[in-house]
Nanobody
């Protein structure tokens, strides 16, 4: 069994910064892709940023230049540094990881979500 634990959400003023972290624990052989997604009230969950096992990153157009995703393979963690936050960034943020629990099997796991609110 694998669990993802997120931290770092909260309330921040427009223009401020937050850093989200997500740590995986449990039976982990290796981790392929990692990513952050978000869901605002009344909207579908959307991709924010992803990072491959090799470090290739991909960002939603709405966050390019403001958010940075990074990973620590030794610690099985993925972080999202969010700068220049806007009210439209308000959402519940979820981390996702493609975890191989053995050499044969990979599963997609989600964190429980952490609230980010950008408001003055």
């Amino acid at each position: 069994q694998v669990q993802l634990l997120e931290s770092g959400g909260g309330l921040v003023q427009p223009g401020g910064s937050l850093r989200l972290s997500c740590a995986a624990s449990g039976t982990i052989f290796s981790i392929n892709g990692m990513g952050w997604y978000r869901q605002a009230p009344g909207k579908q969950r959307e991709l924010v940023a992803t990072i491959s096992a090799g470090g290739r990153t991909n960002y939603a157009d709405s966050v390019k230049g403001r958010f940075t995703i990074s990973r620590d393979n030794a610690k099985n963690t993925v972080d999202l540094q969010m700068n220049s936050l806007k009210p439209e960034d308000t959402a519940v943020y979820y981390c996702n990881m493609g975890v191989k629990t053995s050499i044969w099997y990979e599963y997609s796991y989600w964190g429980q979500g952490t609230q980010v609110t950008v408001s003055s």
